[in-house]
């Protein structure tokens, strides 16, 4: 079955731990990226992958990390959680090579809390 | 800046038919999309504009009007299964999506 993997799906951390939110699609698609959902506002980009070891920043980078060693694997990486990176966050893929012309499949979402 | 405006919520019955409107001022553009997300879960795509005119696919139907810099999503034979949000969102000059915050549609018996 064609998917998005995230993990974990539901994580409650402190300030200042690491953490690191898996992503990874069966669907062999070049462009991957995350997202960050908060109440009244639209899904916001963190960073985005085009292809192996390509990454960019998206409109949120702040706080956040991410690399694309492999095609299939994008993990979004939190070296010092904050508070305000509590938010449900979205990977999700899309076999369009040029950026966000194509559907973009996403994962189930990893609700984050930061205490 | 890049806005894209939707209602925060709507409410129709079952077996009615909804109007969802988007309007949207960006850098260029490169083409709309709705996605429907259920409460708790991932959005899934719904539909892709980049001409103008009404698309159909089933029950629902998009419509995009660039001059006017807006959109809607037509819900027709309304079921309860479709109580969700709808999220639009337009693809600017540099290729960055760019999303509203999504409508709330309640349905109701």
């Known amino acids: 079955e064609a998917q998005v993997t995230q993990n974990p799906r539901y994580l409650i951390t402190v300030t200042g731990k690491k953490l690191t939110v898996t992503c990874s699609q069966n669907m062999n698609h070049e462009y991957m990226s995350w997202y960050r959902q908060d109440p009244g506002l639209g899904l916001r980009q963190i960073y985005y992958s085009m292809n192996v070891e390509v990454t960019d920043k998206g409109d949120v980078p702040e706080g956040y990390k991410v690399s694309r060693k492999e095609k299939r694997n994008f993990p979004l990486i939190l070296e010092s959680p904050s508070p305000n990176q509590t938010s449900l966050y979205f990977c999700a893929s899309s076999l369009s090579d040029t950026p966000n012309t194509g559907e973009l499949f996403f994962g189930e979402g990893s609700r984050l809390t930061v205490l | 800046g890049q806005n894209i405006d939707q209602p925060t919520e709507m409410t129709a019955t079952e077996g009615a038919i909804v109007q969802i409107n988007c309007t949207y001022q960006t850098s260029g553009f490169n083409g709309l999309f709705w996605y429907q997300q259920h409460a708790g879960e991932a959005p899934t795509f719904l539909s892709y504009?980049?001409l103008d005119g009404l698309e159909e696919k089933g029950r629902f139907s998009s419509f995009l009007s660039r001059s006017k810099g807006y959109s809607y999503l037509l819900l027709k034979e309304l079921q309860m299964k479709d109580s969700a949000s709808y999220l639009c969102a337009v693809v600017d000059s540099n290729y960055q999506l760019i999303w509203g915050a999504g409508t709330k549609l309640i349905i109701k018996p």
């Open positions: 504009n980049v």
